[in-house]
């Protein structure tokens, strides 16, 4: 992910969209654009703020200092990272503090990714805030929203919200985890809320035999509503920040379950990342079945 955000100067003014060629495939042409974009444009901003999952590259930093743009903020999202990131992003990490001013982070551990020496000294931790209203549990709600999905009195519903990306949210674990899960509890549904392409997740759930058992919401802007869906928040991704999700679902009174390897975010003590994603599917499956029952939803 990276996302920019400037402030214009006057803010009065209409609020400009451009839209620039990402870096990959055609890195020549991409470059070239960018240059044109901040030669033509960087007067009108007085900051930069570049929101990043990894420090790829920097060229959006240099470009904005080239062009005069005074406050460059870099703000760090993840504290892990993917293979390709573990090549480039120790490399740019030692040169981040050249191009950028501020050095800004979701939450200690995505700091100390992000950043080292001065600039991990200067790095302003925002931890992630929600409005705890409109997450909080109602059973009317739960049991509406199971009767929309089709689910049978008694079910346990494991999920999580997120959007369907198996490169960083490792959904595919959660299929195979649920198919040991069934075993056991035999109703049961995993319940997948969040838009992307359901056919990678599809074919697995087949090739597994719970297909029939495997839910896809889509994108849904009642997030908070969502939550009251499910009996235990199921969240093993490969790298993250500081997931808001996991907030959001504490919030709502859902036992978490998560990886040992991914930042802490626990606020209540149904909160378990005990487990790495080594670790035997069937330890998962005991690890779900443990916290089932939660004590904030009562």
Not at 46 to 61: A, K, P
Not at 73 to 92: M, Q, S
Not at 122 to 146: G, S, T
Not at 270 to 285: I, T
């Amino acid at each position: 992910m990276l996302n920019l955000v400037i402030i214009l100067k006057i803010v009065q003014k209409p609020i400009v969209v451009h839209r620039i060629p990402k870096l990959r495939p055609n890195i020549k042409l991409a470059l070239k654009e960018w240059d044109k974009f901040f030669r033509n444009n960087a007067h009108r901003y007085d900051i930069l703020w570049s929101n990043q999952n990894g420090l790829t590259h920097l060229e959006f930093l240099k470009l904005a200092k080239k062009y005069g743009i005074k406050k460059r903020i870099v703000h760090g999202h993840c504290a892990t990272a993917d293979k390709f990131y573990r090549l480039i992003h120790p490399v740019n990490r030692l040169f981040v503090g050249k191009y950028a001013t501020d050095f800004w982070a979701c939450g200690v551990e995505a700091a100390n990714h992000f950043y080292h020496g001065k600039e991990r000294k200067k790095a302003l931790v925002i931890n992630n805030a929600i409005e705890v209203e409109q997450f909080l549990y109602n059973e009317e709600v739960r049991d509406k929203l199971r009767e929309e999905y089709c689910i049978p009195e008694n079910c346990l519903v494991v999920g999580q919200v997120s959007r369907l990306y198996e490169k960083q949210k490792n959904q595919s674990f959660c299929v195979k985890v649920f198919s040991e899960l069934v075993k056991k509890e035999p109703n049961s549904r995993l319940v997948f809320i969040g838009r992307g392409d359901t056919t990678f997740l599809t074919n697995l759930a087949k090739e597994y035999n719970v297909e029939d058992k495997v839910i896809f919401t889509g994108l849904k802007s009642n997030v908070g509503e969502m939550l009251n869906l499910l009996d235990v928040f199921f969240f093993p991704s490969n790298f993250e920040g500081l997931p808001i999700v996991l907030v959001e679902a504490q919030a709502n009174g859902l036992p978490v379950v998560t990886a040992s390897h991914l930042p802490d975010a626990s606020i209540l003590e149904n909160y378990d990342n005990s487990l790495s994603l080594k670790d035997e599917w069937r330890l998962w499956v005991d690890k779900i079945l443990s916290v089932r029952n939660s004590l904030y939803r009562q």
